[in-house]
C-alpha cells in the first residue's frame, strides 16, 4: 500500500447535489493530484495542488473545487452533479520537485442517480 | 490537445511468454513517462518510470522510450496470471508539476 488514503470508499448522491471527497497524502509528499477515471477509461487529470497552491489544472468546468491544507491533505469538491460525474475518484501524491513519482489512493467511487 | 494512446486490446499471452506493450504521446515537450498497473476495481500501481532514451530494466520489466519517434513501450517476461490487469502509460511535462497525462490503457490476460 501507499500510505495515501480516500474517504469514502464509496458514495452514491442525487444529481444537483454537492459532494467533498477527501485524501490524506504519504508522509513527507507536499503535492496532490486528482484524477477523474471513468469505467473503461485512463484517469482524466482534475488539478493538482502544491503547497496548498493550485499550480495546474485540466479541462473540468469550475463546478470543481479543491483545497489543500497545511498537513497537505486535500478535498475534491464537486457542486450541482450530474450524471456524468459518476467515475472512480483517485488522489495521488508525490514530494514535487523531488521525485518523479506519484502514488495513488485507493479511490473514491461515486455514483450519481 | 496533448494525447497519449494505448491499443485498448485485450492482449493475450500465454504463461512464460514476453507480454508487449506500446505507447505514443503527442507532446514533444514531454520528459517522463510512466507505466502503471491497475487490477479491476483497485487504482493504479506504478511499475516503472523512465526519462531517458534507451532501456530500462527492473526485475522482469524492462521501460524502452524513443523520444524521436515519441513512443514508450514495456516488455514483461516471464509473464504470470498475476500479471492480468490493465496497463497505464502517462506522460509528464519537463517539471514534476506538470499534469501528467494518461492514455486509456491495454488489457493484459496471461493464460495459464
Known amino acids: 500500500e501507499t500510505g495515501v488514503t480516500q474517504s469514502p470508499t464509496h458514495l452514491i448522491k442525487t444529481r444537483g447535489q454537492q459532494v467533498t471527497l477527501r485524501c490524506s497524502s504519504q508522509?513527507?509528499?507536499?503535492?496532490v493530484s486528482w484524477y477523474q477515471q471513468a469505467l473503461g477509461q485512463g484517469p482524466q487529470f482534475i488539478f493538482q495542488y502544491y503547497r496548498e497552491e493550485e499550480n495546474g489544472r485540466g479541462n473540468f468546468p469550475p463546478r470543481f473545487s479543491g483545497l489543500q491544507f497545511p498537513n497537505y491533505s486535500s478535498e475534491l469538491n464537486v457542486n450541482a452533479l450530474e450524471l456524468d460525474d459518476s467515475a472512480l475518484y483517485l488522489c495521488a501524491s508525490s514530494e514535487g520537485g523531488r521525485s518523479y513519482e506519484q502514488y495513488f489512493g485507493p479511490g473514491t467511487r461515486l455514483t450519481v442517480t | 490537445q496533448k494525447e497519449v494512446e494505448q491499443n485498448s486490446g485485450p492482449l493475450s499471452v500465454p504463461e512464460g511468454a514476453i507480454a508487449s506493450l506500446n505507447c505514443t504521446y503527442s507532446?514533444?515537450?514531454?520528459?517522463?513517462f510512466f507505466w502503471y498497473r491497475q487490477y479491476s476495481g483497485k487504482s493504479p500501481e506504478l511499475i516503472m518510470f523512465i526519462y531517458s532514451n534507451g532501456d530500462k530494466e527492473d526485475g522482469r520489466f524492462t521501460a524502452q522510450l524513443n523520444k524521436a519517434s515519441q513512443y514508450v513501450s514495456l516488455l514483461i517476461r516471464d509473464s504470470q496470471p498475476s500479471d492480468s490487469a490493465t496497463y497505464l502509460c502517462?506522460?509528464?511535462?519537463?517539471?514534476?508539476?506538470?499534469?501528467?497525462?494518461f492514455g486509456p490503457g491495454t488489457s493484459l490476460s496471461v493464460i495459464p
Open positions: 507532446d514533444r515537450g514531454s520528459q517522463s
Open positions: 508522509s513527507g509528499h507536499n503535492t
Open positions: 502517462a506522460a509528464r511535462g519537463k517539471t514534476s508539476y506538470d499534469k501528467v497525462i
